[in-house]
């Protein structure tokens, strides 16, 4: 990996089918990660 990629804030694009409950699964990912969730 290159420095620069090190560099590189973490992204991480998640969607979901409605009702599919994604947003509490997305938090639990984001927790476990440590970054911030964005809705």
Known sequence: M???AK???LII???ETYG???E???A???ERLGVQLHK
């Open 24 to 26: 509490e699964v997305a």
């Open 13 to 15: 694009t998640m969607w």
């Open 2 to 4: 290159s420095e620069a």
């Open 20 to 22: 599919s409950g994604m």
């Open 7 to 9: 560099k590189a804030p």
């Open 28 to 30: 639990q990912v984001a």
